[in-house]
C-alpha cells in the first residue's frame, strides 16, 4: 500500500531503529488536528471564563480546569499509545465487566440535575463515566465483531453485537441519559456496518425497528414518557425550557456572520442567553465569535481527523484495529452531526457533548485514550509487516 | 507476540463500506457546513438585529403625573416616591411559589390570597411584572430587595404615587388611580399602557386621565436573556410631564359644606347626605360632598381585597359620588317644573287663583292636601310658597303628561347633566320619576341666572407642564330654557316666598335674603301607621347682595334679579326627622359661608321620629 515503511533489517540498532520506525508509523496528522481540536476548546474556555467575570488564571475557573484536564488527557494519550492494543483483545471480558461496573456505580452513587444519575464525583471533580463506558464499548464490539469475521452475513453475529451492547445501553437510560444512549446506539450501527455485516439483515432490522415504533409508542410507553419525549422532538411545545434555549442558540450562531463577533465578544454569551453555554451548546458561542470562518476550520479539522482515522483502519491488517478506528470515527461522527445539528436548529436537543470542544474532562480523556489506541494500532501494524 | 499476519491470513477488507462511511461523512458534514452558510451568511443581518434585539431592549419612561389644585391653589394630590413590589412571574419557579408567596405576605403584612390573585389575574405577559403591594415601608423594602435569591422574581421598584392631603374631603370628586385592571389593558396597550400601570380609576383621576398622564419617555436599556436590566443604554424620547388641574372646587367651601352635612347627619341621625354648592352664573362647582365616603389615600396606597369588599358592601355605597351617580325622587322640588310650565303654556297666569282642598279625589283614590286643609283658592305665588299639593295637582293634570315631560327635559332632567365626572346619570323614567342632586341644583341654577342652563363643571383650568394656561375656563351653556324670563322672575320671587311664609321656619331670619325651595320625597314602605319614610330636600339661592336693605323689606327686589352668586342644594336620605334636614343643613351651611355669628339651626326639627307634617 506505500503506507509501511519497512527497512533493511540493522541488528546494531535495533532499539533505535524501532523506537524510530514506530515515530514514523505515529500518525502526526492525526496527533495534530486532535491537538488543535483541543486547543479549540481551550480558548473556548477561556473565552467563556472570561466573559463569566472570572480571573481567567485563579483556581476553579472553566478555563483552569480545562488546562489540567487537557494535561492528564495528553498523558493518558502517551500512555495508551506506548500500551500494545493486543492485549486489549486479550482483555476484553474484564473491560466489558468494568464497563458494566463504572455504569452500576455510576447508577449507585452517581448525581446529576433533576433526580438524574449522571457524574460521580473524583475528589473535587465530577466525573462522568459514560464517556469511558462508549470507548470501551468500541473495543469489545471491536473485539468480537473482529473475531468474527468471515462470518458476519449471518443474523446471529448481528443480533450478538446487539446483545453485547443492550446491558450497558439499559444502564445508561437507567441513568436516564439519553444522549450517551444515542451515541452507544450510533457507534453499534456505525461498527456493524463498517464489519461488513449482511446489508440485507441490517437493512431489515432497521426496517423493523422503525415498524415497531408506533407499537411501542401505542403499548409500551406511559404517557408522561410519550410527553417526555414529545417535548424533546418538539422543543417549540416548551418555549421557556429547551425551545428557548435553540431559539437563542441560532440568534448566537446567526449573529456570527462571517467572521464572527471576534472572541470574547459573543454578546449571547456575555448576557447568558444560553443556558448551558459551556458544555452542550458551546459550539453556538464558538460559532457567534469565530463566525463561519471559524466554523469553516472546525468543520476542515473534523474532517481531516476522521479522515486520518478511516486511514488508520484501512491500513490495519487486524480486523479489531479496522473496527476500533470505525468505532471511534462512528462516535466523533455521530457526536459532531447531532450536536451541531442541535446548535443550528437541524436536530433536536438532546445531552450530546461536541468532541474537544465541549468542557468536561471524561469526554476529553476518553477521546485521548480512543486516539492512544488507534496510534497504538498505527504503530503496531508496522511492526507486525516488518 | 501475537501470531503475524501475512498475505494469506489477512481478511478482506471491506473496501466498499469505507467508501460509503467516506461519503457518509462527506454528506453530513457538508450538510452542517450548508445549514452555517444559511444561518451565518446568507440570514446573518436578520439574526445579528434579533441578537441586539436581544441584549437590548425598549423601556418606557413614566412621565410625572399632572398635579390638581383648587380654586385657590391648594394642592389636593400629591406625587410621592414609594417603594413598589413587583412579581416577575416568569422568574418566580412553581415549585417555589407557594413559598415565596407566603414569605412576601408575611412580611408585606398581606394576605397571601391578594398576592396570588394579583399573580393570576396579571394582564401582561410572564415576562411582565405584576404589582403585589404599594407604598411599602422603606425597611421593608430594603430587606426584600437583600433578600434576592430567596424569593425570585420579586423586584422592589421606586414609583411615584398618589398621595390626597385633604383625604376624604374631596374623596369622591378626585377619586384614585389604582392598577390597570385585565379587561383594560388590551386597549390600553395600545395607548402605550404598561400590564403594571396605575392609572385614574374614578373621579377626575379617571375622567382627566388623558391629560395628567402626560407622555411616556421611552429609553433603550440592555438586558440578559432572563430579562434582568443590566443598564440604561440611551434615551429615545423623553417623558413629558402631564398637565395639571385648577379645580373649580374651593377646598374651603368644601370644607364647610361638609361640615355642615356632618353636622346635619349626625343631629338627625342620617345615613347618607349630599351637599352641592353651584355658582349659578357659570356652572361651576364650589363644593360638592357625598357621605359616606372613603379615603382614596387607601386605594394609592393600594387597598387589601378585604378592604375594598367591605366598601363595596356597605348598603349605603361610600364609593358612589351620590351627587352625581345616584337617583332619588325629587318630591316638592319638583313643583319649580309644573309651575313653570303652567306659567309658560299659560295655563295659569300668575294671578290666577287655583282652589287648594284637603284632598284631590281621582277615581276612589284620595290625594291628600299635605296639611289634610288646603289654603283655599290661592295664586302661584301663595300655592308654590306653601307648596300645596292639591294646587299643583291641578296644573300638571292642565299640562297634561306630555307638555310635563317636555318642561322637565327643557330643565334638564332625564339627561346627564354633561358634569366633567364619570358615572354621570340620566336619571329614569320621563325625567321626573327620579332625579340626580346635579340635575336638580343645575335646574334651580338656570332658575336663579334668569334661564341659562350651564353645563356643571369641576375643572376650571387645565395648566401644562411649564404653567401656561392649556384650556382656560369657560362656561358651557347647555341651552337656554324655554320658559321665558318674566315665568322665571315669578317662580324666583316664589322661592322667596317659600322662605317669606315660614314655610322653612326660621330661615327667613337669616340677616342675608335667601330663596329655596324644599322637597320631601316618600320612598319605600310604609310604616305599622301607615306613614311612609322620606327623604328631604333644600334647595337654597343667594343673590349676588344678599345683605338686607330697607329698600327692599321682603328680599323680593334681590330675588327678582339673575344675578344670584349661589345656588346651594342639601339632600338628606331617609331622614325621618320633625322638620326638613335639609332646609337646616343648608342654613347651616350659609351661616359657615357668610360667617353669620348667631346660631339659628333648629336642634328640635332634627329629631328623629317619622313626623310627615311638612313639605
Not at chain 2, 358592601?313 to 309644573?338: C, E, F, R, W
Request: with cysteine; proline share 5%.
Amino acid at each position: 500500500m506505500g503506507v509501511i515503511r519497512a527497512e533493511p533489517a540493522r541488528i546494531t540498532d535495533w532499539a533505535a531503529r524501532s523506537i524510530g520506525a514506530a515515530w514514523r508509523a505515529f500518525d502526526l496528522q492525526l496527533a495534530a488536528y486532535a491537538g488543535l481540536l483541543a486547543i479549540l476548546g481551550l480558548v473556548m474556555a477561556y473565552t467563556n471564563s472570561v466573559e463569566q467575570g472570572q480571573a481567567v488564571l485563579s483556581g476553579g475557573t472553566t478555563f483552569v480546569r480545562g488546562l489540567m484536564w487537557t494535561g492528564i488527557a495528553l498523558i493518558a494519550f502517551v500512555v495508551t499509545t506506548a500500551f500494545d492494543y493486543k492485549w486489549l483483545k486479550t482483555f476484553a471480558w474484564p473491560l466489558y465487566a468494568l464497563q458494566l461496573g463504572l455504569l452500576l456505580a455510576t447508577l449507585a452513587i452517581g448525581h446529576g440535575v433533576g433526580g438524574a444519575s449522571r457524574w460521580i464525583s473524583v475528589g473535587p471533580f465530577d466525573f462522568q463515566f459514560s464517556e469511558l463506558a462508549k470507548i470501551l464499548m468500541i473495543v469489545v464490539l471491536s473485539n468480537y465483531l473482529g473475531a468474527r469475521q468471515g462470518r458476519l452475513g449471518s443474523l446471529t453475529s448481528i443480533l450478538g453485537a446487539c446483545v453485547l451492547v443492550a446491558p450497558p445501553w439499559i444502564l445508561v437510560m437507567l441513568q436516564p441519559d439519553l444522549g450517551t444512549s444515542l451515541v452507544m446506539i450510533g457507534i453499534l450501527a456505525g461498527m456493524l456496518f463498517m464489519s461488513g455485516a449482511s446489508l440485507r439483515w441490517l437493512g431489515s432490522m432497521a426496517g423493523l425497528v422503525l415498524a415497531s415504533l408506533p407499537i411501542v409508542w401505542n403499548y409500551i410507553l406511559r404517557d408522561y414518557q410519550k410527553q417526555r419525549l414529545l417535548s424533546f422532538l418538539d422543543p417549540s411545545s416548551d418555549t421557556q425550557g429547551a425551545g428557548y434555549q435553540l431559539f437563542q442558540s441560532q440568534i448566537a450562531v446567526g449573529s456570527g456572520g462571517l467572521t464572527g463577533t471576534g472572541l470574547t465578544n459573543g454578546s449571547q454569551n456575555q448576557l447568558n442567553c444560553l443556558p448551558v453555554q459551556e458544555s452542550d451548546f458551546v459550539a453556538a458561542i464558538y460559532l457567534e465569535e469565530l463566525g463561519f470562518v471559524g466554523a469553516l476550520v472546525l468543520l476542515v479539522l473534523f474532517a481531516a481527523l476522521l479522515f486520518r482515522l478511516m486511514v488508520a483502519g484501512w491500513r490495519s491488517k487486524d480486523p479489531f484495529g479496522m473496527m476500533f478506528a470505525s468505532g471511534l470515527a462512528s462516535m466523533i461522527l455521530f457526536q459532531l452531526v447531532v450536536n451541531l445539528g442541535m446548535v443550528i436548529g437541524l436536530m433536536p436537543i438532546t445531552g450530546i457533548p461536541l468532541p474537544f470542544i465541549s468542557h468536561g474532562g471524561a469526554s476529553l480523556i476518553s477521546l485521548a485514550v480512543g486516539l492512544g489506541i488507534v496510534q497504538s494500532i498505527n504503530i503496531r501494524q508496522t511492526r507486525a509487516e516488518w | 507476540m501475537t501470531p503475524l499476519l501475512d498475505g494469506r491470513r489477512q481478511y478482506s477488507r471491506p473496501n466498499n463500506r469505507f467508501l460509503i462511511f467516506a461519503l457518509a461523512a462527506i454528506l453530513a458534514i457538508g450538510g452542517l457546513t450548508t445549514r452555517l452558510f444559511y444561518l451565518q451568511i446568507v440570514n446573518g443581518g436578520q439574526f445579528t438585529v434579533l441578537s441586539e434585539g436581544n441584549r437590548t431592549s425598549a423601556e418606557a419612561i413614566p412621565s410625572a403625573r399632572g398635579l390638581i389644585y383648587d380654586r385657590r391653589g391648594v394642592a389636593l394630590v400629591k406625587n410621592v416616591p414609594t417603594f413598589a413590589v413587583k412579581i416577575r412571574p416568569v422568574d418566580l419557579p412553581e415549585d417555589r411559589r407557594d413559598d415565596v408567596v407566603s414569605r412576601l405576605a408575611s412580611l408585606l403584612n398581606m394576605d397571601p390570597a391578594d398576592i396570588n390573585g394579583a399573580i393570576d389575574s396579571n394582564p401582561g405577559s410572564r415576562f411582565d411584572l405584576v404589582r403585589i403591594a404599594t407604598d411599602v415601608p422603606d425597611a421593608t423594602a430594603r430587606l426584600l430587595s437583600e433578600a434576592g435569591d430567596a424569593l425570585p422574581g420579586v423586584e422592589v421598584v421606586i414609583e411615584a404615587r398618589r398621595q390626597y392631603p385633604l383625604g376624604t374631603l374631596v374623596s369622591q370628586l378626585l377619586g384614585y388611580t389604582g392598577p390597570v385592571s385585565p379587561d383594560q389593558l388590551p386597549a390600553l396597550r395600545t395607548e402605550g399602557y404598561l400590564p403594571d400601570d396605575l392609572l385614574g380609576k374614578t373621579g377626575i383621576e379617571a375622567y382627566y386621565e388623558t391629560q395628567l398622564r402626560g407622555t411616556y419617555g421611552s429609553k433603550t436599556v440592555e438586558k440578559d436573556a432572563s430579562g434582568r436590566k443590566i443598564q440604561d443604554l440611551q434615551t429615545v424620547t423623553q417623558a413629558q410631564s402631564g398637565d395639571s388641574l385648577t379645580l373649580t372646587i374651593d377646598a374651603k367651601e368644601q370644607a364647610l359644606a361638609q361640615k355642615a352635612l356632618l353636622w346635619g347627619m349626625r343631629a338627625a341621625g342620617l345615613k347618607r347626605g349630599v351637599v352641592i354648592v353651584e355658582n349659578p352664573q357659570t356652572g361651576e362647582i364650589l363644593a360638592m360632598v357625598s357621605l359616606p365616603t372613603y379615603d382614596d389615600n387607601a386605594f394609592a396606597r393600594g387597598i387589601s381585597g378585604k378592604a375594598y369588599a367591605k366598601l363595596l358592601a356597605d348598603k349605603n355605597k361610600p364609593l358612589l359620588n351620590h351627587a352625581i351617580q345616584a337617583h332619588y325622587p325629587p318630591g316638592s322640588t319638583y313643583k319649580l317644573v309644573t309651575g313653570s310650565g303652567a306659567l309658560s303654556d299659560h295655563k295659569i297666569s300668575t294671578s290666577t287663583r287655583v282652589t287648594t282642598r284637603p284632598y284631590l279625589l281621582l277615581g276612589q283614590t284620595k290625594f291628600w292636601e299635605w296639611n289634610h286643609r288646603g289654603w283655599g283658592a290661592i295664586p302661584i305665588m301663595l300655592g308654590f310658597a306653601h307648596s300645596s299639593d292639591t294646587f299643583f295637582f291641578q296644573l300638571a293634570g292642565m299640562l297634561g303628561i306630555d307638555r310635563l315631560a317636555h318642561w322637565a327635559k327643557n330643565f334638564g332632567f332625564g339627561a346627564p347633566t354633561g358634569i366633567d365626572l364619570p358615572g354621570d346619570q340620566a336619571g329614569i323614567g320621563q325625567g321626573y320619576d327620579v332625579v340626580t342632586p346635579i340635575q336638580l341644583i343645575n335646574a334651580y341654577a338656570a332658575l336663579a341666572n334668569g334661564g341659562k342652563l350651564y353645563k356643571p363643571q369641576v375643572v376650571r383650568q387645565i395648566i401644562g407642564p411649564d404653567g401656561s394656561v392649556v384650556r382656560p375656563f369657560a362656561p358651557k351653556l347647555i341651552r337656554r330654557l324655554a320658559v321665558p324670563r318674566s315665568v322665571l322672575t315669578t317662580m324666583r320671587e316664589a322661592a322667596r316666598n317659600v322662605v317669606l311664609v315660614r314655610h322653612t321656619y326660621n330661615l327667613v331670619d337669616l340677616p342675608i335674603v335667601v330663596a329655596g325651595k324644599s322637597g320631601t320625597a316618600e320612598f319605600g314602605i310604609r310604616d305599622s301607621k301607615g306613614r311612609l319614610p322620606f327623604h328631604s330636600w333644600f334647595i337654597g339661592i343667594v343673590p349676588k347682595n344678599p345683605k338686607k336693605v330697607a329698600s327692599d323689606p321682603t328680599g323680593m327686589k334681590a330675588m327678582a334679579r339673575e344675578d344670584a352668586q349661589l345656588v346651594v342644594l342639601a339632600f338628606a336620605y331617609d331622614s325621618r326627622t320633625k322638620g326638613n334636614t335639609a332646609t337646616e343643613i343648608v342654613k347651616y351651611y350659609l351661616q359657615l359661608h357668610f360667617n353669620i355669628k348667631h346660631d339659628y339651626r333648629n336642634f328640635d326639627l332634627l329629631h328623629r321620629g317619622n313626623f310627615y307634617q311638612s313639605n
